[in-house]
């Protein structure tokens, strides 16, 4: 049976390519563009893994959607990616406990994300196709 993947991004383009990606992979995907939207999903969909972008409509919209998975859902594994280390030249991640204490992410991948890294991450938390 293929493993469900919550995808949340408000990016178009790279959500149909990321989903077709996934599918063509063997997974089961659900696509959405807003945290309206995912939380509407979630109401009848508990997801192998989530993997949801950091500003969606808002610049914390991803923190937000993390601490929600992880509060109602806290099995799910979470990768959040984000474009804010190419946009802003800061530096950002989750590599030491105490930063997925508070971003509550398992996974913090740089956009743009190359669909073997995602794939890889995703083997890693024992959500494969």
């Known amino acids: 049976m293929a493993h469900n993947i919550l995808l949340v991004d408000d990016d178009v383009d790279y959500l149909t390519a990321m989903r077709l990606q996934l ?3 063997g997974y089961h995907v659900t696509a959405v563009e807003s945290v309206a939207a995912a939380h509407e999903a979630l109401k009848t969909l508990t997801p ?3 993997v949801v ?3 969606i409509n808002e610049p914390d919209d991803g923190f937000i959607m993390c ?3 992880k509060k109602h ?3 799910v594994p979470v990768i959040l990616v984000t474009a804010v280390t190419s946009e802003t030249g800061l530096d950002f ?5 105490e930063e997925r204490a508070w971003i509550k992410a398992d996974v913090v ?5 190359r669909f073997e890294q995602l794939e890889r991450e995703l083997s890693r ?3 494969e196709a």
Request: hydrophobic share 45%.
């Open 93 to 97: 991640d989750a590599s030491t406990k």
């Open 48 to 50: 192998d893994a989530a």
């Open 23 to 25: 599918e063509s992979a």
């Open 125 to 127: 938390l024992g959500v």
């Open 73 to 75: 859902h806290p099995s």
């Open 67 to 69: 601490h929600f998975l």
């Open 53 to 55: 972008d950091l500003m």
């Open 109 to 113: 991948l740089a956009k743009p994300v």
